[in-house]
């Protein structure tokens, strides 16, 4: 019995709760559709505001607010005040409220006469209120108590006399007007001129114009500033017109001299900064990027700047094969173009690893040239192509099953037929009735094939065992063994292990483009990949050996002694011993990874140094950081965006080196240098445009148009990278529309490009 009154006296709180949230919210409603009205009023609102008037409807017995409602000053009726916009269309603009005309200019031919109406006010008021209040059950004859309470009635042409039109002469000037307010509705007056602007304010407003422009290039085209809606905006605000030449000369020198100045600060200010190479590799899908290569520096204090672009199709907008020699010149003369060369501490490209990156680091010892990460995981998928039969044999017999009921008209309809017959099988296909794919040389294809076949993989199953389908068996050999494999579980568990695999290695792949490791991170994440693919393995009964050796042999293409010298130089990855020390984590290197991390780090320096330097790697090893500052810098706080756990403070890693370790002074210089590097080359993605504005009809642009995109693109593209947006803008939009694209992951695309026929 207790039990169920406190259960009834928490009811009735909640409840109450409620009806205090309800009334709090009414209230707000009201004050806040008053403070609009009282601004709309000095001018600084809509025009409707002066006629239409919030007013608060309270409940009769607890006098608590109930709804907030609009009043039609001029002829008293009743709204809801959802959207008071609407409400003054339709009730205003479109004559509905039949005061309203009166309050127009009349003409000169009817001037002395009164505004058209209904027969009597009352009438009017009855029949407006009713439809403004028919759900809230007011009385529409007299105003109700709960708004007499706060507002007093209004007497707007209460002592007018209304006409009766009886069809003779005396109608023909109430007729008059009528006809002249409905023109004045269809054609209003045009709207007043702009304010009057001082040469100040004009000047800041175009600067402001020209910042978002050049910002937004790509996005926005030159045609646009042309456009009679653009210049009707520019007219009204009181601006001056502002041509295309203007936009594309002396204001976009300038503010490209002022974005370059600011970037080259920047660049002088840090001690050393990492050269990124992207777009080197051909892209198959993609986002129009095809014939530009993009050169970006990486700071050490996680400010990534713009450099330049090159178009190593001369500019035509066409894709062209570069050979190492010559990429290796154009990125070691990207580096001598900075004021001093030897603040390069490295280079990460998605391309020429084994030819450029590594004559340049040669060359220059101070230099660790790296290749992209997400090339490198991504290519993976090609690897296991090529090499795992298993991979092979899935891809095949989903082909000879999409061929078949695409191509034979009795099978599909037999297929048809089930789908159509209960809803429980009316599954995405995809091309009805099944994905057909020609061309399975890109990621989306084969991804899609591969969902499209285990999600009608129930309805294949009925079809094969309908009595109808043994006539198709009959005609077409084809059919048996189709049947054959769709009712073979095999099949279907090696379908779901190829499907899965790939989104593993897809999910690697956007976590990297995601994360943008640095290359300390590598080889924790190279680890992390052959702990899922042994999952994998185990999950779906495949033999180990051949994946293993898959992934070891793309690890070696893609291992740069780095990623062992830095993973033993993070204070992030130090390990507790017995002791209580913490130490960096040699036991994790194998006898080879030992080696390069000696002879990296003596590369790294000058031979007088070479020696000190691993007399200091062998005190970091045997003694390792102070627990107190190890436990700080290994500190752990949840990504708010992903939901994992992430180091909070990235940057501790090298302030450790330069405060806490500075008695390691050669070790320390190189730790500080390596740590910061990134692993992957992806960052500012470009919009298609930009190579539509580069190509115009196939034709090559000019030197000094090239130049004008040039500048266009380095000012848009570190407005891009100072507000940290890395996506383009057609992600930016699929985003913003729910929309997601079959072609979200370019690299992946192009992994099929040169696998074998399958």
Known sequence: MAESEGTQNDTQLVVVATEDMAV?????????????????????GAWYWVHLEPILVRNPDTNDAKAVKLRCNLCEAVFSASNPSRTASEHLKRGTCPNFNSLLKPSSSSSSLPPLSSPSSHSNRKRFGSIGTSNDGLNSNRQPRQFQHHYPPHNHHHGQQHLLLSGGK?????????????????????????????????DSALGLLTD???????????????????????????????????????RLDSKYEEAKLESEAKMRDAEFYQLVSDGWKTKTFGHGEEGLIKFMVNLPNGTTLFRKTFFPGGGNGTSM??????AEEIMWETVTGTYNVERCVGIVADKYKTKALRDLEIQHHWMVNLSCQLQGVGNL??????????????????LKITSFFNNNSEARSILNRFRSQESRFSVSLGVPPLLYC???????????????????????????????????????????????????????ND??????LIKVIRGMVEEIEAERPLVGQCLPLWEELRAKMKDWCAKYSIHEGLVEKIIERRFKKNYHPAWSTAFILDPVYLIRDSSGKYLPPFKYLTCEQEKDVDKLITRLVSREEAHIALMELLKWRSEGLDPLYAQAVQVKQRDPFTGKMKIANPQSSRLIWETILKELTILGKIAVRLLFLHATSCGFKCSWSFMRWVSTNGQTQSRVGLEKIQKMIFIAANSKLRRQEFGSEEEKEAEVFGITSSEDDDMLNEVFVDAPSL
């Open 212 to 250: 978002w422009f050049y910002e937004s290039y790509g996005s926005v085209s030159f045609p646009s500033l042309d456009h009679p809606k653009f210049k009707a905006f520019m007219n009204q605000v009181g601006l001056p017109e502002i041509s295309r030449q203007d936009f594309m000369s002396s």
């Open 381 to 398: 998928i090609k690897d296991f192509s090529k090499e795992l039969p298993l991979f092979k044999n899935v891809i095949g017999n989903c």
């Open 438 to 492: 020609e061309n399975l040389q890109n990621f989306s294809s084969i991804s899609s094939m591969l969902d499209n076949t285990l999600s009608c993989a129930r309805v294949l199953q009925l079809v094969v065992m309908d009595d109808s389908y043994k006539l198709v068996v009959i005609e077409d050999s084809v059919a048996t063994e189709v049947a054959e494999l769709v009712q073979n579980m095999g099949f279907w």
């Open 495 to 500: 379908v779901e292990a190829v499907n899965t």
């Open 321 to 326: 094969a570069v050979p190492a020699t010559y």
């Open 24 to 44: 709090r919210a009414v209230n707000k409603r009201y004050e806040g559709l008053s403070t609009v009205r009282s601004k709309a009023i000095k001018g600084k």
């Open 170 to 202: 005396e109608d023909l000037g109430p007729l008059a007007m009528l006809e002249d307010s409905v023109k004045k509705l269809k054609s209003p007056k045009p709207l007043p001129p702009g304010p009057h602007l001082s040469k100040t304010q004009v």
